[in-house]
C-alpha cells in the first residue's frame, strides 16, 4: 500500500483511486498504472521494464481504454516507418502505446523504436532529409509508453546514443512484481483524467522537493532531472483535479520515484565514460525476491523455464544478493539485497 495516499485522502483522491481499483483485482500493479497515467498526462516517454509476465501489457492496456485523445498501439517502428504517420503526427496531441518491444522483427525497429519516441516526445519533431527518405514531423505533444524485458534493455544501454540522447529523454521504470495471484481478466478503473496543453502549474515550497529531485538525478542530469521532475509534478496535480502543485503531489512522487535508485545498481559503468553493462540475470532474481521474500528453486524454474541445474549455476554467481539453503530448496535474499529494494520501495 502507499501510504502516502491513505495520508492525503482528499488531495489525492484520483491517485488514490486508481491505485485501489488495480491493487483490488491485480496485486503489484497498481504503482505501475499509476506511474504511467502520470507519464501519459505528463507527455513523457516512458519504458516500463519487467520481466515477462509482470502484467506490463495489462497496465497499459487498461490506459490505453481510459486515454481520451487521439491515440495509436504499435508494436515498433523504424524511421522510414514514420513516414507513412507523418502527418498523424505532426501537430497533434496524442499517446502512444507500444505493448511489447519484443515483437519489432529486427534489432534495429527495437531500438529505433525507443530513439524515435523519446526524440519525439521530449522535442515534438523529428526532421530527416536524406538522398532515400524525406521526413519531417513538427509540433508533436504526446507521451509514448513502452513495454520491454531486461534482455532489450540491455541492448540498448550498450548503444553510444543511449548514453549521449535516450537516457536523459527516456524515463526508465523498473517493474519488479510478478502477479503472485493470476488474473487473466483486464484490471478496470472507473478514473478518467485530463490533459493540459502546457505543464507550468504553480508549484507552491515543500520540505520534500530536494528528496524527490536526488530521486531524478539518479537516472538523469541535473537540468533534465529538473524538467522532468516538475512535468510529474503538474501531472499529479492535473490527475487529481487541482490547478496547483502542492506536498501530497512531492510525497507522491517521492514514493513513485524511489525506483529510479536501482538503476545505479544494475546498469553498471566501468569507468568514468563508456558503456553501460546489465546483468541479465539480477533483475529477474531481484523481481523473485521482492514478489516472494524467499522463492523456491522449482518455482523459479517453472517460472523462468530453466533447468534447476542451472538456476543453481546463476545461484552461485549472484552470491551478493541471494545464498541458497542447502536441503530446502529456499532462496534467501542476502542483506544486501534487501538494502537495495528496501531503497527502492520495493521491499
Same mark, same amino acid.
Given at each position: 500500500?502507499?501510504?502516502v495516499l491513505?495520508?492525503?485522502?482528499?488531495?489525492?483522491?484520483?491517485?488514490?483511486?486508481?491505485?485501489?481499483?488495480?491493487?483490488?483485482?491485480?496485486?503489484?500493479l497498481?504503482?505501475?498504472?499509476?506511474?504511467?497515467?502520470?507519464?501519459d498526462?505528463?507527455?513523457?516517454?516512458?519504458?516500463?521494464?519487467?520481466?515477462?509476465?509482470?502484467?506490463?501489457s495489462?497496465?497499459?492496456?487498461?490506459?490505453?481504454?481510459?486515454?481520451?485523445?487521439?491515440?495509436?498501439?504499435?508494436?515498433?517502428?523504424?524511421?522510414?516507418?514514420?513516414?507513412?504517420?507523418?502527418?498523424?503526427?505532426?501537430?497533434?496531441f496524442?499517446?502512444?502505446?507500444?505493448?511489447?518491444?519484443?515483437?519489432?522483427?529486427?534489432?534495429?525497429?527495437?531500438?529505433?523504436?525507443?530513439?524515435?519516441?523519446?526524440?519525439?516526445?521530449?522535442?515534438?519533431?523529428?526532421?530527416?532529409?536524406?538522398?532515400?527518405?524525406?521526413?519531417?514531423?513538427?509540433?508533436f505533444?504526446g507521451?509514448?509508453?513502452?513495454?520491454?524485458?531486461?534482455?532489450?534493455?540491455?541492448?540498448?544501454?550498450?548503444?553510444?546514443?543511449?548514453?549521449?540522447?535516450?537516457?536523459?529523454?527516456?524515463?526508465?521504470?523498473?517493474?519488479?512484481?510478478?502477479?503472485?495471484?493470476?488474473?487473466?481478466? #483486464?484490471?478496470?478503473?472507473?478514473?478518467? !483524467?485530463?490533459?493540459? =496543453?502546457?505543464?507550468?502549474?504553480? $508549484? %507552491? &515550497?515543500? @520540505?520534500?522537493?530536494?528528496?524527490?529531485?536526488?530521486?531524478?538525478r539518479?537516472?538523469?542530469?541535473?537540468?533534465r532531472?529538473?524538467?522532468?521532475?516538475?512535468?510529474?509534478?503538474?501531472?499529479?496535480?492535473?490527475?487529481?483535479?487541482?490547478?496547483?502543485?502542492?506536498?501530497?503531489?512531492?510525497?507522491?512522487?517521492y514514493?513513485?520515484? #524511489?525506483?529510479?535508485?536501482?538503476?545505479? !545498481?544494475?546498469?553498471? =559503468?566501468?569507468?568514468l565514460?563508456? $558503456? %553501460? &553493462?546489465? @546483468?541479465?540475470?539480477?533483475?529477474?532474481?531481484?523481481?523473485?525476491?521482492?514478489?516472494?521474500?524467499?522463492?523456491?528453486v522449482?518455482e523459479?524454474?517453472?517460472?523462468?523455464?530453466?533447468?534447476?541445474?542451472?538456476?543453481?549455476?546463476?545461484?552461485?554467481?549472484l552470491?551478493?544478493?541471494?545464498?541458497?539453503?542447502?536441503?530446502?530448496? #529456499?532462496?534467501?535474499?542476502?542483506?544486501?539485497?534487501?538494502?537495495?529494494?528496501?531503497e527502492?520501495?520495493?521491499?
Amino acid at each position: 500500500m502507499l501510504k502516502v495516499l491513505s495520508k492525503y485522502p482528499e488531495e489525492l483522491r484520483a491517485a488514490n483511486q486508481l491505485y485501489s481499483d488495480v491493487e483490488s483485482t491485480h496485486k503489484g500493479l497498481g504503482k505501475l498504472v499509476l506511474f504511467n497515467a502520470l507519464s501519459d498526462i505528463a507527455n513523457r516517454c516512458v519504458l516500463n521494464i519487467g520481466c515477462a509476465g509482470t502484467g506490463k501489457s495489462r497496465a497499459t492496456d487498461l490506459l490505453f481504454e481510459r486515454i481520451d485523445r487521439s491515440k495509436l498501439k504499435i508494436d515498433s517502428i523504424t524511421v522510414s516507418g514514420l513516414k507513412r504517420i507523418q502527418n498523424a503526427l505532426s501537430w497533434n496531441f496524442m499517446s502512444i502505446v507500444v505493448d511489447d518491444l519484443s515483437k519489432g522483427q529486427t534489432e534495429y525497429s527495437q531500438i529505433a523504436t525507443v530513439s524515435v519516441f523519446s526524440t519525439l516526445c521530449y522535442t515534438g519533431q523529428i526532421i530527416k532529409f536524406t538522398g532515400q527518405l524525406e521526413l519531417q514531423i513538427q509540433g508533436f505533444r504526446g507521451s509514448a509508453l513502452i513495454n520491454l524485458q531486461p534482455l532489450l534493455l540491455r541492448k540498448i544501454a550498450r548503444l553510444p546514443e543511449f548514453e549521449t540522447d535516450i537516457r536523459d529523454k527516456a524515463i526508465r521504470y523498473y517493474h519488479l512484481y510478478f502477479p503472485v495471484n493470476e488474473n487473466i481478466d #483486464k484490471p478496470k478503473t472507473s478514473v478518467k !483524467y485530463r490533459y493540459f =496543453k502546457e505543464l507550468n502549474l504553480n $508549484v %507552491r &515550497e515543500s @520540505d520534500f522537493e530536494d528528496r524527490v529531485f536526488e530521486n531524478f538525478r539518479y537516472m538523469f542530469s541535473k537540468a533534465r532531472a529538473r524538467e522532468h521532475m516538475l512535468a510529474y509534478l503538474n501531472a499529479s496535480a492535473i490527475l487529481n483535479g487541482r490547478g496547483e502543485v502542492v506536498d501530497a503531489d512531492f510525497e507522491l512522487l517521492y514514493e513513485l520515484s #524511489k525506483i529510479f535508485r536501482l538503476e545505479q !545498481y544494475i546498469l553498471v =559503468k566501468r569507468g568514468l565514460e563508456g $558503456v %553501460r &553493462e546489465l @546483468d541479465e540475470n539480477v533483475l529477474p532474481l531481484l523481481s523473485s525476491i521482492a514478489t516472494f521474500k524467499t522463492p523456491s528453486v522449482k518455482e523459479l524454474s517453472f517460472r523462468f523455464g530453466i533447468k534447476k541445474t542451472r538456476l543453481y549455476e546463476i545461484i552461485q554467481e549472484l552470491t551478493d544478493y541471494c545464498i541458497l539453503v542447502k536441503n530446502s530448496g #529456499k532462496i534467501i535474499p542476502t542483506d544486501y539485497a534487501k538494502e537495495i529494494l528496501r531503497e527502492c520501495g520495493v521491499w
